[in-house]
T-cell receptor, first 116, second 112 residues
Framework: DTEVTQTPKHLVMGMTNKKSLKCEQH?????MYWYKQKAKKPPELMFV???????INESVPSRFSPECPNSSLLNLHLHALQPEDSALYLC???????????????FGPGTRLTVL | AQSVAQPEDQVNVAEGNPLTVKCTYS??????LFWYVQYPNRGLQFLLK??????LVKGSYGFEAEFNKSQTSFHLKKPSALVSDSALYFC??????????FGPGTRLSVLP
């Protein structure tokens, strides 16, 4: 199974809501990532987890809170978002962080988030 | 600043013709370079990568890329384009232990 799944596919939320994005992989990968992608722009790295521990936080605002409950799951908790946070949120995984630079990442289809 | 660049926002090519999508890099150390493709409303798909060794790298769906150290380039190529190749293509660079950076992207349109 070489698939990364993400739920939901689409999410519309108000600025006072709390919601969560979910990501799952069953490839035995030990590194997982969250990216944010605006329309017609490249993905921007947000967080990196290695062996279920947060390894990299690219100065992301605290209204985004990642969680890695186990080696297969990655969540992104959202609270008090702003309209400018509307974007495609991509999850990815790779073999492990030792090969962060040279192991290919497998991406999920993304969650299209709209903040009203 | 260390980065990867894709000098063309848009590339148009006729179906059946060869295609090239350009990428240049400005990095220190070993340039771990990748190509990814993104179809509309989809995540990114890995095409190929250069780590070390043979400068000509073959990847998925008939794509290949040539690493050229003297020209600091890593252009993506395909001998015969298909309409289904129309998508957004990203060159990327892995900075060991630091981050993973994508180029700005090139939109490829293959015209029937």
């Amino acid at each position: 199974d070489t698939e990364v799944t993400q739920t939901p596919k689409h999410l519309v939320m108000g600025m006072t809501n709390k919601k969560s994005l979910k990501c799952e992989q069953h490839m035995g990968h030990r590194a997982m990532y969250w990216y944010k992608q605006k329309a017609k722009k490249p993905p921007e790295l947000m967080f990196v987890y290695s062996y279920e521990k947060l390894s990299i936080n690219e100065s992301v605002p605290s209204r985004f809170s990642p969680e890695c409950p186990n080696s297969s799951l990655l969540n992104l908790h959202l609270h008090a978002l702003q309209p400018e946070d509307s974007a495609l949120y991509l999850c990815a995984s790779s073999q492990d962080l030792n090969g962060f630079s040279y192991n290919e990442q497998f991406f999920g289809p993304g969650t299209r988030l709209t903040v009203l | 600043a260390q980065s990867v660049a894709q000098p063309e926002d848009q590339v148009n090519v006729a179906e059946g013709n060869p295609l090239t999508v350009k990428c240049t890099y400005s990095v220190s150390g070993n340039p771990y370079l990748f190509w990814y493709v993104q179809y509309p409303n989809r995540g990114l798909q890995f095409l190929l990568k250069y780590i070390t060794g043979d400068n000509l790298v073959k990847g998925s769906y008939g794509f290949e890329a040539e690493f050229n150290k003297s020209q600091t380039s890593f252009h993506l190529k395909k001998p015969s384009a298909l309409v289904s190749d129309s998508a957004l293509y990203f060159c990327a660079w892995g900075n060991y232990g630091q981050n993973f950076v994508f180029g700005p992207g090139t939109r490829l349109s293959v015209l029937p």
